[in-house]
């Protein structure tokens, strides 16, 4: 149980195209999920909380503009990088924490999404 | 306000010896506690989590964590190490609202 997956695993686009990365918790349900990035040999940075059905909050220094995020519903968020440059490339790795079941305190992370912005 | 600390960003061991990866925290609150381990190109994998019941927690893997109040520490400990453990491990604290704060991180080697 409690798995979350990501679409794609790996995109690579052009400079000043927008990417979709999705992220879905196949078996709970999750009111809040979560999109870190991680930077070769370095720990995960918390980019944004994404809350069903209302704005995400973003942390300090992450531009809301360029980082949307949308949690249309229970299972579902998905992150948009838009006009992507180079220094966007990252691996990107979402989490969800469950709404019920006991274990709300804990999140459970997506196998990652690739990016590298040519 | 929660923060964590990992001791040593590189561990190596021999197969079969003791695995410790060490952790210390700070939180303004009691805290919750977890290990995740990472593979090369994947997401974060739980092995164990600590949120206020037993002290000695036991995970996947062989793995487990002591709670430390007194010296604020979460150790991970594995009594006989494998090469399919070589992998990135991650310390991380939440103060119960959900948010994770993250350690750097200690990359774990086995030798043959």
């Known amino acids: 149980g409690a798995v979350v997956s990501q679409h794609p695993s790996r995109v690579i686009c052009k400079s000043g195209t927008s990417v979709k990365i999705e992220c879905r918790s196949l078996?709970?349900?999750?009111?809040?999920m979560f999109w870190y990035r991680q930077f070769p040999k370095q720990s995960l940075m918390l980019m944004a909380t994404s809350n069903e059905g209302s704005k995400a909050t973003y942390e300090q220094g992450v531009e809301k503009d360029k980082f949307l995020i949308n949690h249309a519903s229970l299972t579902l968020s998905t992150l948009t990088v838009t006009s992507a440059h180079p220094e966007d490339s990252s691996f990107y790795i979402c989490?969800?924490?469950?709404?019920?079941?006991?274990?709300?305190?804990?999140?459970?992370f997506g196998p990652g999404t690739r990016l590298l912005v040519l | 306000a929660q923060s964590v600390t990992q001791l040593g960003s590189h561990v190596s061991v021999s197969e079969g010896a003791l695995v410790l990866l060490r952790c210390n925290y700070s939180s303004s609150v009691p805290p919750y506690l977890f290990w995740y381990v990472q593979y090369p190109n994947q997401g974060l994998q739980l092995l164990l989590k600590?949120?206020?019941?037993?002290?000695l927690v036991k995970g996947i893997n062989g793995f487990e964590a002591e709670f430390k109040k007194s010296e604020t520490s979460f150790h991970l400990t594995k009594p006989s190490a494998h090469m399919s453990d070589a992998a990135e491990y991650f310390c991380?604290?939440?103060?119960?609202?959900?948010?994770?704060?993250f350690g750097q991180g200690t990359r774990l080697t086995i030798n043959p």
């Open positions: 991380a604290v939440s103060g119960g609202a959900q948010k994770l704060v």
């Open positions: 989490s969800a924490a469950p709404t019920s079941g006991g274990s709300q305190e804990t999140q459970y």
């Open positions: 600590y949120t206020s019941a037993a002290t």
């Open positions: 078996d709970f349900q999750a009111t809040t």
